[in-house]
DNA sequence: GGAATTTGACCGCT
DNA sequence: AGCGGTCAAATTCC
């Protein structure tokens, strides 16, 4: 277990001393992918490990990793999806690293087409002002990026909602759906009159495995342009094509750097207002600590095996295309 | 009392 | 016309 530690503690160091040299490398993205390769390598290297020491002690009460029992056509679910909780949690460098890397890596075509519906920034076309008497947005998902996500449900604690993801979000809304046996919940960012952030999720059941979230953002952040603002930058990089195959999931980039050392977002991370499933438990200055903290008690006590969520070794190659 | 959630109504889009 | 997204009053919670 010493090992998988320092591992870790290796790839963080990493992540810290890329962010730190990251507006020096912003043009260099042969370094800047070096960078990443390296802590990439130190990550898997900590879940090689993991995985051997997990083997050992793996007993018949391994969590149940929800996917694989119910929909065996999504073998890399949870791992995607608690990277994806993960990084959310934390990530505001690292996801502009990956915007800068994508950049530089190709003409950022791979971005999921077939859901996102790109408009430069759709933001202000939400319609809020408007001449009459009730204010109405203009087009509805014209000019809005959307992507969808699948989060898995909490197991413990309050299932009902989603997991955490960063952002602080205010309920505005609850509908239900033709042919959908669970209501959608609309969510807007809570900073939305402080920062005019824009920021939107919707987020519903699927049908077919009451376990998963379908998660799907619109608009973008900008509270986190305000230095007192708490958020960080929605997931860019896992995207669900659920127009193809109910749910495939495409990694876009290097999925093992996940981690940002930015205490920043900590605390504002809720679904739910008040009630249950409260503020993140994730958000304080230690990283590694936070990651372990998720690896180990998200899910299940047992834990044995929650490091596959992170670093599963199909998924740290998966970003093929 | 303020902030968040609930929920029925409203309205734009297809 | 009907569905989906949003509004906003009422309610709940801290």
Request: net charge negative.
């Amino acid at each position: 277990m010493e090992e998988v530690i320092n591992s870790i503690r290796r790839a963080s160091e990493l992540v810290q001393k890329l962010e730190q040299d990251l507006p020096n490398l912003a043009n260099q993205p042969g370094t800047l992918s070096l960078s990443i390769d390296q802590i990439t390598e130190a990550f898997t290297a900590a879940k090689e490990k993991l995985l051997l020491i997990s083997r050992h002690t793996q007993t018949s009460e391994s969590p149940p990793m929800l996917l694989h029992e119910t929909t065996p056509q999504q073998p890399q679910m949870d791992a995607t999806l608690m990277q994806e909780w993960l990084r959310s949690s934390h990530a505001l460098t690292i996801d502009q690293l990956f915007q800068m890397q994508r950049a530089a890596a190709m003409g950022g075509r791979e971005v999921e087409d077939s859901e996102r519906t790109i408009g430069s920034e759709g933001d202000q076309a939400q319609g809020i002002h408007a001449s009459s008497s009730r204010p109405r947005r203009r087009s509805r998902e014209a000019n809005q990026e959307k992507k969808k996500i699948l989060v898995p449900a909490p197991q413990f604690g309050n299932t009902e909602m989603p997991p955490e993801d960063g952002f602080t979000w205010r309920k505005y809304g609850q509908k239900e759906i033709l042919g959908s046996r669970y209501p959608r919940s609309y969510y807007r960012c809570t900073h939305q009159k402080l920062y005019e952030c824009q920021a939107k999720k919707m987020v519903q059941r699927l049908d077919h495995n009451a376990d998963i979230f379908e998660v799907t953002y619109r608009g973008k952040h900008t509270c986190h342009m305000s230095s007192t603002a708490p958020s960080s930058v929605p997931p860019e990089h896992i995207l669900v094509d659920m127009t193809q195959n109910s749910n495939t999931i495409s990694s876009q980039l290097s999925p093992s750097v996940n981690l940002s050392l930015h205490p920043a977002s900590a605390g504002a991370a809720t679904t739910s207002g008040r009630g249950g499933a409260s503020a993140s438990r994730y958000g304080g200055d230690y990283p590694v600590v936070d990651m372990a903290d998720a690896m180990f008690n998200s899910g299940s006590s047992s834990g044995n095996n929650s490091m596959e969520f992170l670093f599963s070794p199909t998924e740290d190659k998966t970003d093929a295309n």
